[in-house]
């Protein structure tokens, strides 16, 4: 079975939607350009655009889980290192291009956004040249040659990109018949992936990370004037769903 519940970025959105209809302001265009998804690390924060492609992940390896992205490159590197906001140029596409793959490294910090509006912000604790990078498949259009970082102007990054074709993986299936793997365009899977806070990688389940959405115009408003419920401690187990290896702790 696939878990169908809506990510909480997805679940703001609605609620404020909701909220806004009840006060008569409410605009789906405006809910509709809502971020979709969130990727964290500590000190970072990645907001994947509404109706992205990009998928993200706090590494630099090219290593796929379930459900992400198999990423091939298709040409040789291009590296850059800005102030502000600056274009890359990236030459000619190679045949069967999908994609510009970027390994993205925040120098200071400050807030970024790619250019599909998918943003990324760093604070002064986890910047600098020996900071994790962050990297993100970008969709690339027709005859493109080129992409932008918007940054904070005096905000200093360093990105290696190259052209690459990219395909979304399957979710793995344990022996319950679970899905398990990263959020994708397809949903989400039973079991999501996560790092525990000893720094194993595993899964928890998704019925228990993302809190399902208002459903009516006065449960939105009742939902937006409570106070912040305190963060949850959520068991993370192997992709077998029964193994436990440790402890996630999701926002409130």
């Known amino acids: 079975m696939t878990a169908v519940q809506m ?3 997805f679940a703001a ?11 008569g302001a409410g605009s789906p265009s405006r809910w509709s350009a809502r971020p979709r998804r969130w990727t ?6 990645l907001v994947l655009a509404a109706g992205g492609g990009g998928i993200a992940y706090a590494t630099g390896a090219l290593t796929t889980e379930p459900g992400g992205n198999a ?23 190679p045949a069967g291009s999908t994609a510009i793959y970027i390994s993205f490294t ?3 910090a400050g807030d970024f956004t790619f250019a599909d509006g998918a943003g990324l912000g760093c604070d002064s604790a986890n910047a600098g040249p ?14 493109q040659e080129s992409t932008t970082i918007t940054a904070t102007p005096s905000a200093r990054w360093s990105l290696v990109a190259t052209y690459a074709s990219v395909t979304t993986t399957p979710w793995g299936v344990n022996a319950s018949g ?26 928890v389940y998704a019925d228990q990370l993302f809190t399902p959405p208002p459903q009516t115009p006065s449960q939105a408003v009742a939902e937006d004037n409570a106070p912040p419920s ?6 993370v187990y192997q992709s077998d769903g029964k193994t436990p290896i440790g402890e996630f702790v999701a926002s409130g």
């Not at 959105?13 to 006060?23: A, F, I, K, N, S």
């Not at 964290?40 to 924060?45: D, E, F, I, K, N």
């Not at 020996?130 to 005859?143: M, N």
């Open 7 to 9: 990510d909480e970025a």
């Open 13 to 23: 959105g609605l609620r404020e939607l909701l909220v806004e209809q009840v006060h």
């Open 40 to 45: 964290a690390r500590a000190g970072v924060v």
């Open 71 to 93: 990423v091939t490159e298709l040409a040789s590197p291009v590296t850059a290192t800005g102030t502000g906001t600056q274009t890359i140029d990236l030459g000619t596409p």
């Open 106 to 108: 925040c120098l200071t």
């Open 130 to 143: 020996q900071s994790t990078p962050v990297t993100y498949t970008l969709p690339i259009a027709p005859g």
């Open 178 to 203: 679970q899905t398990y793997g990263t959020q994708n365009q397809h949903g989400i899977p039973d079991l999501v992936a996560v790092i525990a806070t000893n720094h194993l990688a595993g899964y």
């Open 230 to 235: 305190p963060p949850r401690t959520l068991t």
